[in-house]
């Protein structure tokens, strides 16, 4: 990758993974504002506890394997392997609100690259790109898919792509802790800092894992998300 193109794929990686990217991830709170509600989460330490296990047990490791996964297939110019992996990233929610986190962020995500950063469909996974979306033949996304194909598409770095992802999700839930805890800007930026080395692991992880490593194991995560359909006042959607 030349100079030129280096600076291209950083510009558009801190684009599609900037919070003013218009998708609404600042909507979505993944469960932690019933956490917090609960009293499950009320200081940075226990937020720190909550995100780290999250990001290894929960959804920051699965969805960062999917991820994955739909990069190298788009790469290989798999049309029905992407949408596959669509149908299944979809299918691994555990509640109604997760679902929604999913799939209202990654359609977003790729109605928004379609109408103003199309990809070019002279290479392989960009041609995989523009075959499921005209015509919508995808009609939900799950984000962490819709990802992975465009950054293939675009013929971004795999592990910059995955260590943004990860580094964007956990920033998304922070930003909810700091405004529902209360949090402190900087505990918050403190949290981040402190997960970094577990985002790095992560992220290396997934490049060498398959569909078969798939799962998770954080149940009162996915019972908070369910809890969160009735809770009587909230600031988020999950």
């Known amino acids: 990758m030349t ?6 794929a950083l510009y558009r ?13 600042f909507t979505y709170s993944h469960g932690l504002e019933q956490v917090i509600d609960a009293g499950g989460v009320s200081s ?17 490791r699965c969805d960062a394997i999917l991820m994955s996964q739909t990069y190298r297939t788009a790469f290989a110019g798999s049309h029905e392997g992407v949408r596959d992996l ?15 986190e999913t799939s209202a962020q990654g359609t977003a995500f790729v109605d928004t690259v379609t109408a103003s950063w199309p990809p070019d469909s002279q290479n392989t996974a960009g041609a995989v790109f523009s075959s499921l979306t005209n015509g919508n033949s995808v009609a939900e996304w799950p ?5 992975g194909l465009i950054c293939a598409a675009h013929q971004l770095p795999e592990d910059a792509s995955l260590i943004a992802f990860l580094h964007s999700f956990t920033a998304n839930l922070i930003s909810a802790a700091v405004r529902a805890v209360p949090l402190g800007q900087n505990e ?3 949290e ?5 080395p577990v985002i790095s692991e992560i992220a290396a992880d997934a490049m060498g894992a398959g569909l078969d490593d798939l799962g998770t194991s954080t149940f009162l995560a996915d ?11 909230r600031l988020f959607r999950s």
């Open 3 to 8: 100079g030129s193109d280096s600076q291209s």
């Open 13 to 25: 990686l801190l684009t599609f993974l900037s919070p003013a990217f218009p998708i609404g991830a």
């Open 44 to 60: 940075a330490e226990e937020l720190q506890s909550w995100l780290k296990d999250i990001l290894t047990h929960g959804a920051g």
């Open 86 to 100: 669509a149908e299944l990233g979809l299918a691994l929610q555990p509640s109604k609100e997760r679902h929604l």
């Open 143 to 147: 984000y962490p898919v819709a990802l």
């Open 188 to 190: 918050g930026q403190r």
């Open 192 to 196: 981040l800092a402190a997960l970094e």
């Open 223 to 233: 019972i908070a998300s369910m809890a969160h359909e009735t809770q009587y006042s």
